[in-house]
């Protein structure tokens, strides 16, 4: 069977996670992919990436190979910044993810596993949070794209943090996949993914919320909603000894953001995945068990990451109140950076 891997943009990469999931593969005994990509983009390498990786330990008897043209613009790319060898390291193409050194202008695919980065810091004597952690290594990842702009630092940082910090709680998962690039149009992306337990199932754990999430769209509509967490509790509120407690406007903070830096946002998770862009917000189908995200922003819109960040949390807490079982103060960490630049 030959499948033909798509111009990797984010509307082809969702589609694909889709079609694949679907091959009847009764019959099947080798899968070739024709990955011959004029163009790709972070979220779309990285969500294709992990759908590929599941479709091959999904059917472990059947024989997966890759054929490329090593001098499409696409491919070259895409091995450079290590897309083939993070669905196989067997695979005879490009970089390990995370070898390309990156500049300010991309960052290559990278594995972060949040509790061994935090580990190796209580062993070198820091002892401090998991979350302090996280954003320490948020820090460090914004700072390879963030082009010497301290604002572009700081706003990077807070939205790859308030992502990272949500997988260890709330996935069931210590492991991300996080890529990025600055485009000519001064234009940041950064994709971040999971292989969790998603969306759906997170905030199902919570007795409070299943009357009213029943599918994966209704739990990525909750999501982005204003205090909406897993974490909540009726009988506590937002009363925590942890300042890292989670109060539910992570994703909220994130996706408003992008929206008002006149960019996009997109969470996959499930069978359904959200794409908020010019203040619509549209569903589709996909794919994916785990949750994908995607983040862009015009850089030229930035003046103030603390004022754009304080802003939005504020008119998020007041967006909470109108909301049932929601956190009606955010916590400090979604209020901005908790450690100084």
Not at 113 to 140: F, K, T, V
Not at 146 to 167: K, P, V
């Amino acid at each position: 069977m030959e499948i033909t891997v798509p111009e990797l943009n984010t509307e082809n990469a969702l589609a694909f996670a889709d079609i694949i999931n679907k091959i009847d593969v009764d019959s099947v005994d080798e899968m070739c992919f024709i990955a011959n990509m004029k163009w790709v983009r972070p979220f779309g390498m990285l969500l294709t990436s992990a759908a590929l990786k599941r479709l091959r330990n999904k059917h472990p008897s059947i024989h997966f190979r890759m054929q490329c043209d090593e001098n499409r613009n696409g491919v070259s790319y895409a091995a450079h910044m290590g897309f083939f060898k993070s669905i196989s390291e067997s695979l005879p193409l490009g970089n390990l993810p995370g070898a390309a050194i990156g500049n300010d202008n991309y960052l290559p695919i990278t594995k972060l596993n949040l509790i061994q980065i935090h580990d190796a810091e209580i062993a070198a004597g820091e002892y401090s949070s998991l979350g302090d952690c996280i954003e320490r290594e948020s820090r460090r990842l914004a700072q390879i794209i963030c082009r010497s702009n301290i604002e572009m630092q700081a706003l990077m940082t807070y939205l790859i943090r308030e992502i990272l910090r949500n997988i260890p709680e709330h996935a069931n998962e210590s492991t991300a996949w996080i890529c990025g690039q600055y485009w000519a149009d001064h234009t940041a992306e950064i994709a971040i993914v999971d292989e969790g337990i998603g969306i759906k199932n997170s905030l199902r754990r919570n007795i409070v919320h299943q009357e009213y999430i029943t599918d994966d769209a209704s739990a990525l509509s909750y999501a982005l909603k204003a205090g909406i967490s897993q974490a909540f509790d009726p009988r506590r509120g937002n009363r925590s000894h942890d300042e890292w407690a989670n109060s539910g406007y992570g994703l909220y903070m994130v996706s408003e953001i992008c929206k008002e830096l006149n960019g996009t946002f997109c969470i996959a998770s499930g069978e359904k995945y959200i794409r908020v862009e010019n203040n619509t917000v549209a569903f589709g189908s996909t794919h994916f068990e785990g949750t994908a995200v995607k983040m862009t922003f015009s850089t030229n819109r930035l003046t103030s990451s603390h004022e754009i960040i304080q802003h939005i949390a504020s008119r998020g807490e007041q967006e909470a109140r109108t909301i049932r079982n929601a956190f009606k103060n955010a916590s400090h960490p979604s209020k901005g950076l908790i450690l100084q630049l």
